[in-house]
């Protein structure tokens, strides 16, 4: 007695007007949008335009579709040219019938002449393709529970899927093992475990996608031994399990003898960090920039107000041009000569190494009274802005 099951669709296609919307065909097209955009984000990751995706599936896909459906036709022969088949049917699509091995080998078909015509190394990118390839099936197989194909033996566990009359490989039993979700769970499974391989380890060369083949092709073992679907068989198992086998043991092969390091970035750069350089040079080539601009005016905002260095305190830097000043007139205050100093209210920063020092920064700070000079070098009027002696107090 069957306690609970999972229920089938009653129906796998919606009119839209004269249109016909399968729900067959939706799972596949959305799995394939979902791959394209896991694989171009990865893409731009490893230094590739991430338009290479939707390019490369402009051929991929249709290489895969034709390639599973090849497959599939020679693998069950007998549903189109045996005794009551219909030849027409191989052309029906929308029915089902598209084979994982023909669309994986069609569309790494596909994949490598885009690849080649776009100079994009392929392992590189079926590297970034692997996780959103198991998506893409994980998706895509659902497309068989609205069919109501490809199932399984038959069962009466609570997950098991509720098969209608129709579609039942045993006259009166229906319930089935749901080959459909354990081949979409497994394949989620392998989707997460590629990110977390290739985050922490990050293999490439291919190796990745081997990695993905191999994960594959030991689940479909299992579930391709649970399905009951008609098949070709070779000493007695299934087609399909043997192509797994020998797959499964290229794909270890490879694994084993790709030693070569990662793959290298191209060297693709985003428009908006590309345009962020190019105002960076200019900037530098003009002769401006703002950090430069706010260093100094943050030395000259440090020193404002603090105590007037003494003469000769730092030297000026070898080939440094000491700052320009206007001289003005200094009278003594006993009535002596005037003498002229050097008068300035801008603040001058000279950065360099002086004569024996130790590269250091001297600033230099003078106010509308008093002149501050940057080397010890003696300019006219130093003496004469000193306060007047005793001497000169007195007339003497």
Request: hydrophobic share 45%.
């Amino acid at each position: 007695m069957v306690l609970a099951a999972i229920p089938s669709p009653s129906r796998g296609v919606v009119h839209l007007g004269p249109v016909p919307l399968r729900a067959y065909a939706l799972m596949i097209v959305v799995g394939i949008i979902v791959a394209v955009v896991v694989t171009a984000r990865r893409l731009r990751a490893r230094g590739v335009d991430p338009v290479v995706a939707s390019e490369v599936a402009y051929w991929a896909v249709p290489f895969g579709i034709v390639g599973a459906r090849i497959y599939h036709v020679i693998s069950s022969p007998d549903a189109y040219f045996g005794e009551d088949g219909d030849p027409l049917a191989v052309f029906e699509v929308w029915n089902g019938g598209l084979a994982i091995w023909g669309a994986v080998a069609g569309g790494a078909l596909g994949a490598w002449l885009a690849c080649r015509r776009m100079d994009v190394p392929f392992g590189l990118f079926a590297d970034a393709m692997a996780p959103g390839l198991a998506l893409a099936q994980a998706i895509g197989r659902w497309g068989n529970w609205f069919n109501q194909e490809l199932y399984g033996r038959a069962t009466d566990l609570p997950w098991a899927v509720r098969i209608d009359p129709a579609h039942q490989m045993i006259p009166g039993v229906e319930t089935y093992h749901p080959t459909f979700l354990y081949e979409s769970l497994w394949n989620l499974a392998i989707a997460g475990l590629l990110l977390l391989v290739d985050r922490r380890w990050r293999l490439g060369r291919g190796r990745l996608f081997f990695l993905y083949v191999a994960l594959y092709t030991t689940g479909r073992l299992w579930i391709e031994a649970l399905r009951i679907d008609t098949a070709e068989k070779v000493l007695g198992l299934r087609v399909n399990i043997w192509v797994s086998i020998v797959v499964f043991l290229i794909a270890l092969l490879v694994l084993a003898l790709i030693r070569r390091p990662v793959d290298p970035d191209i060297g693709w750069t985003s428009p908006a960090v590309a345009g962020g350089a190019r105002r960076t040079g200019g900037q530098q080539a003009g002769g401006t920039d703002s950090s430069d601009t706010g260093s100094t005016e943050d030395a000259a905002a440090d020193t404002a107000g603090a105590e007037t260095a003494p003469a000769g305190t730092a030297d000026p830097a070898p080939g440094t041009t000491p700052p320009t000043t206007t001289p003005k007139t200094v009278t003594p205050p006993t009535g002596g000569p005037a003498s002229t100093a050097p008068a300035s209210t801008a603040t001058s920063v000279v950065t360099g190494s002086p004569a024996g020092g130790s590269g250091a920064t001297a600033v230099a700070d003078t106010g509308a009274g008093g002149a501050t000079a940057s080397s010890d070098e003696e300019r006219p009027g130093d003496r004469a802005a000193e306060p007047a002696g005793p001497a000169a107090q007195d007339g003497r």
